[in-house]
């Protein structure tokens, strides 16, 4: 594997902590570790105690409760866990489409079979604590968002199994479902307490920031995962697309996606300062957006400090003492 420099990434928002993060924490472990039974001292949990999951969503959600979080960090942990069965080389699409029908239909209520895969039952159960909580608006927008990423996790496998590499246009196009963003940009609501309609949150306004915000989380993914991803033969990334539509070559490829991340973190903090009014919402949107920022940083200090997305990968690379500026 080549030698490649990681350049810092511009992310100038502050770093928050939510006091309760270790209570927090062992507690999810606990509940975890009754959900998997026999399978507690398998691997796939001895990565969640590595993974620190609640650590991301406290960063993102500094003065929540406990009990706030709880669902949503459950959800939260699934997700990832989902992620890690469906985000690999050798998983055909089909059955990732399979898969993923599967999971959608249990989220709109459907009850799984009795030998179905355990993470469809800890879905069910995940669900319907969540919608005890929320409105069946919330939960038809939480829904369509679950929807978003798993068409973009189907389309991630097709793309894989083609073994094409993607010009960047459309990897874009991609990589704003199979990012997952949106299911933790709608929580922000059920997690803080307030629901705004659906006429503020298709303001454009509101629409360009989100995207906004899921390009520069898309993004910085793709930098820390980089030498893990070069490992996995044609695993789409936003530096592979780039690479190969302008013939560069790697370092430049992934200067080239610096760039593109810090140009959105500060087209973010322009369209978060040049927000409407929205009259009587305008607490509500402020929180929301203060989420989303939170979210930012949280998945850059989070992915620096686990290593999620570098497992395997070159250190001397990808030191993380200089990722962040």
């Not at 992934?254 to 607490?283: K, N, W």
């Amino acid at each position: 594997m080549d030698a490649f420099h990681l350049p810092k990434l511009y992310c100038p928002f502050p770093q928050e902590l939510n006091p309760l993060m270790n209570d927090i924490e062992g507690e999810a472990l606990e509940r975890w570790a009754k959900y998997l039974g026999v399978h507690a001292k398998h691997s796939v949990f001895r990565k969640l105690q590595r993974s620190h999951f609640p650590v991301l969503l406290g960063r993102c959600h500094p003065g929540a409760t406990k009990e706030a979080m709880r669902a949503a960090l459950d959800f939260l942990i699934w997700n990832f866990s989902w992620d890690d069965q469906v985000d690999v080389g050798d998983v055909p699409a089909e059955w990732v489409r399979q898969q993923s029908e599967m999971a959608l239909a249990v989220l709109k209520g459907a009850i799984p079979y009795h030998d179905a895969p355990p993470l469809l039952w800890l879905l069910a159960s995940i669900r319907e604590r969540i919608s005890e909580r929320m409105p069946a608006e919330w939960m038809e927008r939480f829904i369509h968002s679950c929807h978003c990423y798993f068409k973009g996790t189907i389309w991630e496998a097709e793309v894989r199994s083609q073994r094409v590499c993607l010009d960047v246009d459309t990897y874009i196009e991609l990589r704003r479902l199979s990012v997952g963003t949106y299911m933790g940009f709608t929580q922000v609501e059920a997690i803080e307490g307030f629901l705004l309609p659906e006429s503020v949150l298709s303001h454009p306004a509101i629409a360009e920031l989100i995207q906004t915000a899921t390009d520069v989380i898309a993004w910085a993914n793709d930098l820390f995962s980089l030498a893990q991803d070069l490992k996995d033969d044609f695993h789409p990334n936003l530096v592979f697309s780039i690479q190969k539509q302008h013939g560069l070559p790697l370092q430049e490829a992934i200067d080239r996606a610096v760039e593109m991340h810090d140009a959105a973190v500060r087209r973010f903090i322009e369209l978060e300062t040049s927000l409407p009014s929205f009259g009587e919402h305008d607490a509500n949107v402020a929180t929301l957006v203060s989420g989303v920022r939170r979210w930012i940083r949280a998945n850059v200090d989070w992915s620096i400090q686990t290593g999620r997305y570098q497992e395997g990968g070159e250190a001397e690379a990808i030191s993380p003492k200089s990722r962040v500026a």
